[in-house]
Nanobody
Framework: QVQLVESGGGLVQAGGSLRLSCAASGRTYTTKAMGWFRQAPGKEREFVAAISWSGDRTYYADSVKGRFTISRDNAKNTVYLQMNSLNPEDTAVYYC????????????????????WGQGTQVTVSS
């Protein structure tokens, strides 16, 4: 069992920044990669970013490349998502996710690939 708890969401103006955190507990050693997904009202949950256990591989959705940065601190069992240059299209509930299967370069991490989910944190970007 792995528990994930997100924090850091809130309301920001367009062009602003937020830093999300995901604290993991439990049998964290069983996870191979961590990532972030988001879901806006009426839309499917979509992949945002991911990072391997060692942190040497990162992945980003095209919509956030150059604006978002994912990182991790294994000593704290925490994954971060630094979000810059936010726009209203980034408004969504952001979910932390973990998988027990390895991340594969060039292969999409679908929502169904996740084994654990956090409760979500709301990010709202005003125009």
């Amino acid at each position: 069992q792995v528990q994930l708890v997100e924090s850091g969401g809130g309301l920001v103006q367009a062009g602003g920044s937020l830093r999300l955190s995901c604290a993991a507990s439990g049998r964290t050693y069983t996870t191979k990669a961590m990532g972030w997904f988001r879901q806006a009202p009426g839309k499917e949950r979509e992949f945002v970013a991911a990072i391997s256990w060692s942190g040497d591989r990162t992945y980003y959705a095209d919509s956030v490349k150059g604006r978002f940065t994912i990182s991790r601190d294994n000593a704290k069992n925490t994954v971060y998502l630094q979000m810059n240059s936010l726009n209203p299209e980034d408004t969504a509930v952001y979910y932390c996710a973990a998988r027990r299967t390895p991340d594969v370069p060039g292969r999409t991490w679908y929502s169904r690939d996740s084994d654990y989910w956090g409760q979500g944190t709301q990010v709202t970007v005003s125009s």
